[in-house]
Nanobody, 113 residues
Framework: QLVESGGGLVQSGGSLRLSCAAS????????MGWYRQAPGKQRELVAT???????NYADSVSGRFTISRDDAKNTVYLQMNSLTPEDTAVYYC?????????WGQGTQVTVSS
């Protein structure tokens, strides 16, 4: 019900835009988020956006990444700028509403130095 896209290989300092298309029972009331997991590390929060549009960012990406949502398209985006090799990870989309939670399959982002 969540399909990510937009990952790939980019040079340090470059940009990528990730998309997450939601379907099925996921709707505009859900809080949407992006998480990432680097090799050998735990999955970590990157950014979230509530149904009301409030956003929250990890300190490591604040000022470089922007999360947004288009409820008409049932899609959430993550604009990533000034990428560094430390941003290399599999990026996952998550939809959450109270006790309900759904994950996407992930998209690989690789930043070369």
């Amino acid at each position: 019900q969540l399909v990510e896209s937009g990952g790939g290989l980019v040079q340090s300092g470059g940009s990528l835009r990730l998309s997450c298309a939601a379907s099925g029972s996921i709707h505009s009331s859900y809080t949407m988020g992006w998480y990432r997991q680097a090799p050998g590390k735990q999955r970590e929060l990157v950014a979230t956006v509530t149904s009301g549009g409030s956003t929250n960012y990890a300190d490591s990406v604040s000022g470089r990444f922007t999360i947004s949502r288009d409820d008409a398209k049932n899609t959430v985006y993550l604009q990533m700028n000034s990428l560094t090799p430390e941003d290399t990870a599999v990026y996952y989309c998550k939809a959450r509403l109270m006790a309900l939670g759904y994950w996407g399959q992930g998209t690989q982002v690789t930043v070369s130095s």
